[in-house]
């Protein structure tokens, strides 16, 4: 019969008591330094294996023994039936801690790849029409604070290609409640970007650039196919729950490192939100009898604009802005997709 | 095994946790937190805890952790709801964020006391349970009053708020029936707090000075108004940022952690034990260097590592010195702690550790 040494503590003084367990029938005796007690086994709660440090068997009334003789107590264990855990078993070896090490960065991966874009989803279509308007403006008085400025281009020209573009029909039926607004883009040059509240931003160099206004129309529907997906607030949110995961798990390391990830997120999606809206925009121009290659050749002098911009003086970046300005990495791709059409 | 120590004896802490096996632990059940969307970290969390308590002793009889993760998986649901709250309403408008803010910050004293209410009646030596009274006035007092008079008055008060803290925590403690004192005064923090003012401001005359000579040296030969002068100067600028942060944070975070815990520990006593703590600063630097690196290179992996060698480091450069015998604790009135203790468990562990 297996003999353990213990220290016994009844939960109401720190008073340590030497005692030796034992095992009778189906109870387990605890005897010595003036403790004499028969606890049934099923009444007690024996603690994980945790290393070196010692095993806990507590008793139901709050009193516990502390054993650091593991051999021992694992041959009484043993003989009165107690077996550890399914987790203990798969923390006890090095092969289950490497397929967890998979398990992990799988789960990650694919929570990363698919999990957030859909919660992200999920959220932005929850989000009050109210909230979104006040995101919106304060975004758009940001914008108009330091990067933009008023447009130049006369106001009856903004109309004409505001009606021109809303007589259009749109894909869905009803479209994305949305406003176009005239901004001189200044540094940020030709460029159009839709705000999460619906307000599509044209910048004066855009219209400029623009040989035939079905070109101006093209990057309108666009937009408003990114509208209509919620595309910048569904980055948004990504951007704020990759920021907040990775701050908890780096913690105490960096705070500085955490805003990487949201950084590489953001180009990462773009690119599928890009054919998305690629995609709005072709039907809705189709729909509507202009050719979706309106907006290839547009595409085409963005990049050779941004392209030379970029080669030229200072060699300053055009995306500023991330998620909102994001560059257009695949172009190529994305004209021979619309040309296909 | 019954330790009776006549005369006054400084006994150490021991610290028995080992890298490899708490990875094991730690692997496997981030595993099952990630397989069940989150809800099993609330377990994980327990057993990790549970890990470093039960692998940390005193004159031959180690810690142990009773948290109950039903009440910690509730816990941590209210905390991130109130998180994604704060961040929602900050990316919707910057009024709206600074009013989540402020209420964050009133409600913040009163999480704090519960956790540590939490934490103690959670936390048990020789079978008897650690326990917090602090109570929730003295909370916001302690956490929300007197940081407020440190902002107000430039952190020229600051020492003292992060005196009134410690206080508030070190005195409401007690283990069984006896309470905590601490006796470190605003005088001590008020050194530290100088001396660190005193290097910050070393720190940024030597970038400056420096900055300036590169600067000074990158721009020679070049014209004024020259885009190679603005990069010359945008350098400058950089360099001294970059470098005031990292010197800040790699030097000057680690003195700063090993001068207040000494100060703290120090200062702490048990009923007639009194506490020592004596962390290095160099220590510390070169753990916490060499844990960032681990974890940089391993993206992550050596973080189970890292808890390890700095708990151990933490741990086996504190002791108490006894003044007779530890079995003379008794348990407070056994009611009134399992009662408390069902009560905060009930309530929120938020996990807020200082």
Not at chain 1, 117 to 123: G, Q
Not at chain 1, 295 to 302: F, I, P, R
Not at chain 1, 307 to 317: L, M, N, P
Not at chain 2, 262 to 285: E, I, K, Q
């Amino acid at each position: 019969m297996p003999m353990v040494s213990a220290d016994y503590y009844d939960g109401k003084s720190a008073r340590a008591h030497s005692v030796r367990l034992s095992l009778s029938a189906d109870a387990l005796l605890v005897q010595g330094d003036g403790i004499d007690r028969r606890e049934p086994l099923h009444t007690l709660h024996v603690s994980e294996p945790m290393g070196a440090a010692p095993r806990l068997i507590k008793f139901a009334d709050g009193a516990h023994c502390e054993v650091r003789d593991h051999a021992a107590l694992a041959a009484l264990l043993e003989a009165g039936g107690h077996r550890d855990g399914w987790v203990v078993r798969l923390q006890s070896r090095w092969g289950w801690a490497l397929a967890a090490v998979i398990i992990a960065v799988a789960g990650g991966a694919a929570g990363y790849r698919w999990g957030l874009p859909a919660v992200s989803e999920w959220i932005a279509f929850k989000l009050p029409d109210k909230a979104l308007a006040q995101m919106g403006q304060s975004t758009l008085a940001f914008l108009d604070e330091g990067v933009l400025s008023p447009s130049s281009l006369p106001a009856a020209r903004q109309h004409s290609l505001s009606n021109a573009f809303e007589k259009l029909a749109v894909p869905d039926g009803m479209g994305a409640g949305h406003e176009i607004v005239f901004r001189n883009g200044r540094a940020i040059g030709a460029n159009a970007f839709a705000l999460p509240d619906g307000t599509i931003v044209v910048t004066d160099q855009l219209v400029s650039l623009a040989r035939h206004d079905e070109e101006i129309i093209a990057v309108l529907a666009h937009e408003l196919g990114h509208l209509s997906r919620r595309h910048s607030l569904r980055m948004l949110i990504q951007g704020s729950i990759v920021g907040f995961v990775a701050a908890w798990y780096l913690g105490d390391v960096s705070n500085v490192a955490a805003g990487l990830p949201t950084v590489m997120l953001q180009a990462r999606y773009s690119r599928d939100h890009e054919r998305e809206a690629d995609e709005y925009a072709a039907a809705m121009l189709k729909a509507n009898g202009i050719s979706p290659s309106r907006l290839a050749d547009m595409l085409e002098k963005l990049e050779q604009a941004h392209a030379s911009k970029k080669s030229g003086e200072d060699g300053e970046q055009t995306d500023v802005f991330g998620g909102y300005l994001a560059s257009h990495p695949a172009t190529s791709e994305r004209i021979k997709a619309l040309e296909r059409d | 095994m019954s330790q009776n120590f006549g005369t006054a004896q400084a006994v150490g802490f021991r610290f028995s946790g080992r890298g490899g096996e708490y990875f094991r632990i730690w692997i496997v059940n981030l595993a099952l937190s990630i397989l069940t969307l989150g809800i099993y970290s609330a377990w994980a969390k327990v057993r990790r805890l549970q890990y470093f308590y039960r692998n940390t002793s005193f004159a031959g009889s180690s810690f142990d952790y009773h948290g109950d993760p039903k009440a910690i998986l509730k816990g941590r649901i209210a905390a991130v709801l109130l998180l994604v709250l704060y961040n929602v309403a900050g990316n919707l408008d910057p009024t709206l964020g600074l009013g989540a803010f402020a209420v964050l910050m009133l409600v913040f004293p009163w999480l704090v006391q519960r956790s540590l209410r939490f934490k103690l009646h959670n936390s048990s030596y020789r079978g008897l349970r650690f326990g917090f009274d602090g109570t929730v006035g003295g909370a916001y007092k302690a956490f929300l009053m007197w940081p407020t008079i440190g902002y107000l008055t430039l952190g020229l008060l600051m020492p003292v708020a992060h005196q009134r803290i410690k206080a508030y925590q070190h005195r409401n403690s007690r283990y069984g029936s006896e309470a905590f004192r601490f006796t470190a005064g605003e005088g001590g923090f008020f050194g530290i707090y100088l001396k660190l003012l005193g290097m910050l401001i070393l720190l940024i005359v030597a970038l400056v000075a420096v900055g300036v000579g590169l600067g000074w040296f990158a721009s020679l030969g070049v014209q004024d108004g020259d885009p190679e002068q603005q990069a010359a100067l945008v350098g400058m600028i950089l360099f001294a940022v970059l470098g005031f942060y990292i010197v800040a944070f790699l030097f000057l975070g680690p003195w700063f952690s090993a001068r207040i815990q000494n100060l703290v520990w120090n200062g702490t006593a048990l009923g007639p034990h009194g506490c020592s703590s004596n962390v290095r600063a160099r220590d510390l630097f070169r753990i916490y260097l060499t844990n960032f690196i681990g974890i940089v290179l391993t993206l992550g992996l050596f973080k189970p590592f890292a808890d390890i060698r700095l708990a151990r480091y933490r741990m086996e450069h504190m002791a108490v010195t006894l003044q007779g015998s530890l079995d003379e604790f008794v348990a407070a009135q056994q009611q009134g702690v399992s009662a408390a203790g069902e009560e905060a468990a009930d309530l929120f562990d938020f996990d807020i550790s200082f």
